[in-house]
């Protein structure tokens, strides 16, 4: 009897001194995982082996219930050939530029599958790029043939994590 005595007091300070530690007045952040697409249009290639294009991609929606970012980054690359290309795939070194991030990698996109770019976490941080809730984006690409059509699209999916309040 005299130990449930003793524990009672001591649980109702151990819950005190918890809630005492919470923050008082500050800004709820949370966290927030979501995709947004964009495609580069490639036109007009007709000998040429290589192309850039530069975009940007619009991820205002992640600020739905919240009113900035607090921090933001990239963690993947989706890129896939569309069903506009005539042949099955295309190969080639392709750049990928979002600010401080630049990709460099050698892929082989084959029309209407995904081929997912990595991107580092000690390299992904766009907040400082953030300018209305869009981001801006260059793609390049220099192909080991010449591509089996002069017109087609990529598109680029972004899979971004940012924490906002």
């Known amino acids: 009897m005299k130990r449930i005595k003793f524990l009672k007091p001591l649980l109702l300070f151990v819950a005190i001194m918890a809630f005492s530690n919470c923050e008082e007045n500050g800004e709820i952040q949370f966290i927030v995982v979501d995709e947004f697409e964009s495609n580069a249009v490639v036109t007009g290639l007709n000998t040429t082996t290589s192309f850039e294009t530069s975009s940007s991609t619009d991820i205002s929606q992640l600020l739905d219930n919240a009113s900035k970012f607090v921090d933001a980054n990239i963690e993947k690359v989706t890129l ?16 990928l530029t979002v600010g401080p991030i630049k990709i460099n990698q ?24 953030i300018n209305s809730g869009t981001f801006p984006y260059v793609l390049k690409a220099d192909f080991t043939s010449t591509p089996g059509d002069d017109s087609f699209t990529i598109n680029l999916k972004f899979k971004v994590k940012a924490t906002v309040e």
Do not use: M, R
């Open 80 to 95: 896939t050939l569309q069903d506009d290309y005539s042949g099955d795939a295309i190969s080639g070194n392709f750049d």
């Open 106 to 129: 050698t892929l082989t996109l084959t029309k209407g599958v995904g081929t997912e770019i990595l991107i580092p976490a000690n390299a992904s941080g766009i907040l400082s790029l």
